[in-house]
């Protein structure tokens, strides 16, 4: 997603059987109220700098790893979490 977010952007809206639009690689412009904690976060563009920040959480995420481990060990070393490098 951080990498190339239209073109996954694109393949979730397929997936999901929804149209694209161009707001879509703009949907931190936004003047509605958005009630999460994350508040901040979704009105800013997606950032390379907090890729890795899952990593603080590693610890809290062994069965979502676990559920998931085909897919990860598809990435490169560098991003699977320590458990399957």
Known sequence: MVADQEAQTRRILEHCGLPWEEQCLRFYETDRAINT????QVRQPIDEKA????????QHLGELIETLEPLLKTL????RPESLR
């Open 37 to 40: 904690a994350s508040s901040e």
């Open 51 to 58: 890729v890795h920040f899952w990593r603080n959480y590693e």
């Open 76 to 79: 490169p070393p560098e991003d």
